[in-house]
């Protein structure tokens, strides 16, 4: 979905939508009416490495083992998913991504759970930078 919307198109921002801002007042609002904005930043979903995969010599998986690699990964994981963060209960939310491997070579994160959704994000009134979820707009 983020492919559609680039950086400098135009996008109705619809009525309803949760907007995060920088403003100290207004962090979170919801839209109370559709409007127009710029595009300035697409942001990708974000996802935390929940583990790893073994292959065979023919590319086939001899096992997977699960973890977290980052030291806070598990509290947002249970926070999107109601609580739940063992990895082993959430294997319909993981997907596989790129190899991140480690300086000697071996790979050592392959599954991953996603936390936040895309993003866009556009300069808002008075300078401030609001984002809104790529779901809640669509591109003219």
Same mark, same amino acid.
Request: proline share 4%; with cysteine; charged share 30%.
């Given at each position: 979905?983020? =492919?559609?919307?680039?950086?400098?198109? %135009?996008?109705?921002? %619809?009525?309803?939508?949760?907007?995060? #801002?920088? !403003?100290?007042?207004?962090? %979170?609002?919801?839209?109370?009416? =559709?409007?127009? &904005?710029?595009?300035?930043?697409?942001? @990708?979903? @974000?996802?935390?490495?929940?583990?790893?995969?073994?292959?065979?010599?023919? *590319? +086939? &998986?001899?096992?997977? #083992?699960?973890?977290?690699? *980052? %030291?806070?990964? *598990?509290?947002? +994981?249970?926070?999107? !998913?109601?609580? $739940?963060? *063992?990895? @082993?209960?959430?294997?319909? !939310? $993981? &997907?596989?991504?790129?190899? !991140?491997t480690r300086p000697d070579g071996s790979h050592y994160c392959d599954l991953f759970i996603q936390v936040a959704p895309a993003r866009v994000s556009w300069a808002g009134t008075g300078g401030y930078w609001c984002d809104a979820e790529v779901g809640q &707009? @669509?591109? $003219?």
């Open positions: 979905m983020t =492919a559609a919307i680039q950086q400098g198109d %135009r996008v109705r921002i %619809r009525k309803g939508a949760v907007i995060k #801002s920088t !403003h100290p007042q207004q962090s %979170r609002r919801v839209a109370g009416r =559709a409007y127009t &904005v710029t595009v300035r930043m697409v942001f @990708e979903p @974000e996802k935390v490495c929940v583990g790893r995969r073994n292959y065979t010599s023919e *590319d +086939v &998986v001899s096992y997977e #083992s699960f973890g977290y690699y *980052d %030291r806070y990964a *598990d509290e947002r +994981v249970a926070e999107v !998913h109601n609580g $739940i963060s *063992d990895p @082993e209960k959430l294997k319909e !939310h $993981i &997907v596989e991504g790129p190899h !991140h &707009v @669509e591109k $003219i």
